[in-house]
């Protein structure tokens, strides 16, 4: 027979397991959001002064484009490389793809519990803004929505067009991150709001 002090003890537990997880999941809310703070001034200073500045003396990372969807007011700066350690500050621009504005898939990634967990709510249509690090803005039209297996999917050689490619992990609501679906966002330049200035660079066959 189970007593009741053994009731008030699993109850207790549940109570403490439940707020260290939750004390975890505000722990990482703010984590990013304080990164966002010191990646905007290395950004702005990037900017400024058209060359690279790491967000903190420790950092082996640095900003290198801002992200915009108007509609939602999301506004974020993107980190160079996709790491782990990276992705838990910001979104992060995948090494070897194309810069926003050039031609090919530029590919960008994010964490589907922080930075990208607007991705659910995008829908076909919707308008992103990208600056790069030449300051220039670049106006890009979502396309398509899809969910794909990472054992099975690949981005084509985008042959003549400039895509900007959203990737985070599926579902948004897993329990457990790292599974192998991922949410893709597919969107493709529609005019630069300012004519990009310098050589772009060609596209490669990517694995998301």
């Known amino acids: 027979m189970i007593t009741r002090n053994a009731v008030l003890a699993a109850a207790a537990l549940a109570v403490v397991l439940?707020?260290?997880?939750?004390?975890?999941?505000?722990?990482l809310q703010g984590k990013a959001g304080l990164a966002q703070v010191l990646l905007r001034t290395a950004w702005e200073r990037t900017l400024a002064e058209q060359t690279g500045h790491r967000p903190w003396p420790w950092a082996d990372?640095?900003?290198?484009?801002?992200?915009?969807?108007?509609?939602?007011?999301v506004d974020q700066v993107v980190l160079a490389g996709a790491s782990g350690r990276t992705l838990?500050?910001?979104?992060?621009?995948?090494?070897?793809?194309?810069?926003?504005?050039?031609?090919?898939?530029?590919?960008?990634s994010g964490h589907r519990d922080t930075h990208?967990?607007?991705?659910?709510?995008?829908?076909?249509?919707?308008?992103?803004?990208?600056r790069a690090g030449d300051g220039?803005?670049?106006e890009y039209e979502v396309r398509t929505l899809s969910v794909v297996h990472t054992e099975h999917a690949y981005l084509e050689s985008a042959?003549?067009?400039?895509?900007?490619?959203?990737?985070?992990?599926?579902?948004?609501?897993?329990?457990?991150?790292?599974?192998?679906?991922r949410y893709v966002v597919t969107a493709v330049l529609?005019?630069?709001?300012?004519?990009?200035?310098?050589a772009d660079s060609g596209a490669e066959h990517v694995q998301v």
């Open 190 to 198: 529609v005019e630069p709001l300012v004519a990009r200035r310098g």
């Open 116 to 130: 990208f967990a607007f991705l659910k709510r995008l829908r076909t249509g919707d308008r992103l803004l990208v």
């Open 61 to 73: 990372t640095m900003p290198v484009a801002q992200l915009q969807v108007p509609r939602l007011g």
């Open 136 to 138: 220039v803005w670049h």
């Open 88 to 108: 838990a500050f910001a979104p992060g621009h995948a090494t070897g793809t194309p810069y926003p504005g050039a031609p090919g898939n530029s590919i960008v």
């Open 159 to 181: 042959v003549g067009e400039k895509r900007l490619i959203l990737v985070t992990c599926y579902p948004f609501d897993a329990l457990r991150a790292g599974g192998p679906l």
């Open 18 to 27: 439940g707020g260290w997880h939750l004390g975890e999941g505000l722990w």
